[in-house]
């Protein structure tokens, strides 16, 4: 398998822009998870579904944050509008069972 | 709320020293998930613990589980330069992956 997908990898956008990540989970789990890193407040939760379901998105910062997953094998993640406090790396992440398998992130400066 | 700090912030250590981060919650641990993130990498499962006073080794890696389950530490005898990277605890609350992070510690290893 070719673990998480996350797309795009980079990108620089302008504030007051809509940015949507992108995800592709391991085939067959049942968790996913989207989290965001940033030096000052570390990794956070965002959000996460199982089995396609939001369970918890109390990690949502504000409104201007959604997710949603159509599908198993499909999730997005979008800021409107995008702020430059909002440049961080976000992870997409998956699991069944114990084990937590993260995407290698997108990074997104906004400026 | 809950608190997961982690000690020390930074670590420099001679290549071939041991190393060790702790992990200290406010709160009592459930299920201690360890991840090590390279520089410009995503996070990378390591190990879980579970149990009370439970150790666990991986080659040169020895992690523990305080007896109270107030804390854990993850201990690298003679660490080499592919040790490098930042070194995550993380709680598992809920039981289904929804990780609380720790602060991180970031190990250099000068060659």
């Known amino acids: 398998d070719a673990g998480v997908i996350q797309s795009p990898r980079h990108e620089v956008t302008e504030m007051g822009q809509e940015v949507t990540l992108r995800c592709k989970p391991i085939s067959g789990h049942d968790y996913l998870f989207w989290y965001r890193q940033t030096m000052m407040r570390g990794l956070e939760l965002l959000i996460y579904f199982n089995n396609n379901v939001p369970i918890d998105d109390s990690g949502m910062p504000e409104d201007r944050f959604s997710a949603k997953m159509p599908n198993a094998s499909f999730s997005t993640l979008k800021i409107q509008p995008s702020e430059p406090r909002d440049s961080a790396v976000y992870f997409c992440?998956?699991?069944?069972?114990?084990?937590?398998?993260f995407g290698e992130g997108s990074w997104l400066t906004v400026v | 709320g809950q608190q997961v700090m982690q000690i020390p912030q930074y670590q420099h250590v001679q290549e071939g020293e041991d190393f060790t981060t702790y992990c200290n919650s406010s709160?009592?641990?459930?299920?201690i998930q360890w991840y090590k993130q390279r520089p410009g990498g995503h996070p990378v499962f390591l190990i879980q613990?579970?149990?009370?006073?439970e150790v666990k080794k991986q080659k040169r890696l020895t992690f523990q589980f305080g007896e109270a389950k107030k804390n854990s530490s993850l201990h690298i005898t003679a660490t080499q330069t592919t040790d490098v990277g930042t070194y995550f605890c993380a709680d598992d609350q809920t039981g289904a992956n929804n990780l609380f992070f720790g602060t991180g510690t970031r190990l250099t290893v000068i060659p």
């Open positions: 709160t009592t641990l459930s299920n």
């Open positions: 992440a998956s699991s069944f069972g114990d084990t937590i398998y």
């Open positions: 613990l579970v149990k009370s006073g």
